[in-house]
């Protein structure tokens, strides 16, 4: 059965960073297109990064430039840096195998991240 349990979030001043981890267990990691999205109060959750099992990335414009989305097939795990952090980055952020790719699995319970202004 499918798990994913994201880490790393907090709260951090506009400007700031963070770095998001993501461990994963009863998925094919290393060959699975690879994503964090997040859902702001009040909105519905979007994707935020992607990256294939090549390596290759995608970002959604909004963090394009800030955000870089890597993998350690070795671990299982995903991770998110978030650099130059804004206000309206707030939300709880979480991974899955892209639902673009793959068959929609359950969520984990994500990790908030909340920047001030």
């Known amino acids: 059965q499918a798990h994913f349990v994201e880490s790393g979030g907090g709260l951090v001043q506009s400007g700031g960073s963070l770095g998001l981890s993501c461990t994963t267990t009863?998925?094919?990691?290393?060959?699975?297109?690879m994503s964090w999205y997040r859902q702001a109060p009040g909105k519905e959750r979007e994707l935020v990064a992607r990256?294939?099992?090549?390596?290759?990335?995608y970002y959604d414009d909004a963090v394009e430039g800030r955000f870089t989305i890597s993998r350690d097939n070795a671990t299982a795990t995903l991770y998110l840096q978030m650099d130059f952090l804004k206000p309206e980055d707030t939300a709880v952020y979480y991974c899955?195998?892209?639902?673009?790719?793959?068959?929609?699995?359950?969520w984990g319970p994500g990790t908030q991240v909340t920047v001030s202004s």
């Open positions: 899955n195998r892209d639902r673009s790719f793959h068959a929609n699995l359950p």
């Open positions: 009863g998925i094919p990691f290393s060959i699975s297109v």
């Open positions: 990256i294939f099992n090549d390596g290759v990335t």
